[in-house]
Each structure stands twice: as C-alpha cells, then as structure tokens.
C-alpha cells in the first residue's frame, strides 16, 4: 500500500484556509481510530493560525488566518495590544497573574509512511496559564465533509510550547480512490484562576491522496 499525493484545487485550498466563527462544522459521520503523539513542528507556510487569549475577566479570538501571511502570525495585529504586551512580558513565568495568550497552527495533512496519513497543531501560549492541549480530527471530502475519526486529545503541558501529531490509516477500514483531506483541531488552556478558554474549531489547509 502506498500513497500519493495531488494538490488540492484553488477553491478547496481557499476554503479550508480563511475561515468564520459562522463555518459549519463537518458533520458527524462513520470513524475510524487515530493516534497521537508528541509531534515535530508545523509548517507554517502551509497552515492556518489563531489566536486566542483571556484578561483575567474577557476572552479574544482572532478569525482564522492563513499562515502564509506574516501579518496573520502576529497576534497583536489581531487581539487587544494591552493583552497581547501583558501576557508576553510575563514570559515563562506561569505564577504571574491571569492574562494569557494562545496561538494554534493546523498543518496540511501528508503521508505517514505508506500506509496512513498525519497531520500537526503547534500551540504557542504565554502569561498566566496553567495547562494547554489540542483536540483534532480528521475529515474528507467525499461529497461534502464528514469526519473519518473521533476527537483526539492532544497532551497536556504547562510549558509555552507544545507540539503534536495526530495520525489515521487508510486500511482501517481500507479505502480506495482519491479524496481531500484536512486536520480539524481546537487550542485550549486554563489560566490561573481556573478559566477554561478555547479558540474556535480551525481547519487545516486541505490536500489529496490516493490509497493505492
């Protein structure tokens, strides 16, 4: 078994990049199971991003961007620059008050070896947080979008960086034929004061692979 890989069209590319709070979500759908670890970094140039914070009393998030514009990595450019200041200047140090700030990237899915498929969320977070993770999924386009795989839990960590890797296999159930795929995946994080705070549900750019 092997895959290969065609790109996705302009309009698939666009549509899974530059997204709403008002996008529908896939639709339930039937599942297979996937796999996650601690993951190598996202390739930024081929993802979307986010951003989200919490002030001690109000959560921001930014719409999802495409990644490939620097302008849209910058969270300042997009949440309250009060917020954005206050969270960095604190750093590494979690004790530091409540503000805190979170950016998510989903990467373009690619091959797994040859026999499945994997894709990245690389979640940055600084200031007053205890804990951050990442849930994700995988979805299809076969006739619409409809998730392959139930939602998987990223690790937690209380360090300003975390990486990972989420991964499914085609031969489970087998499948034929060409379709696109995309990460779908959401950035958590706990302040100090025990506020759970989240960025909307985000979707990777997409791309096509046939299972031979």
Known sequence: MRFTRTLATAAAVAAATVLSITTATAQPGPTQSGSVSAGAPVDRQHASVMHFGYDGKKTYTSPVLDAADPKANDAANWLPKALVSEARSSGS??????????????????????????????????????????????AEDNGGWHRVTGSMVGPRTNRQHNDTTFAVYCNNPPKTGRHNYRLEARGYAIANDGTEVSGYLQYGKASSWTCV
């Open 93 to 138: 140090l979690i004790a530091s008050g409540t503000s805190f700030l979170c950016t998510l990237w989903v990467g373009e899915v690619v091959a797994d070896g040859l026999d499945g498929i994997k894709g990245g969320t690389s979640e940055d977070c600084s200031g007053g947080f205890r804990t951050q993770w990442t849930n994700a999924q995988f």
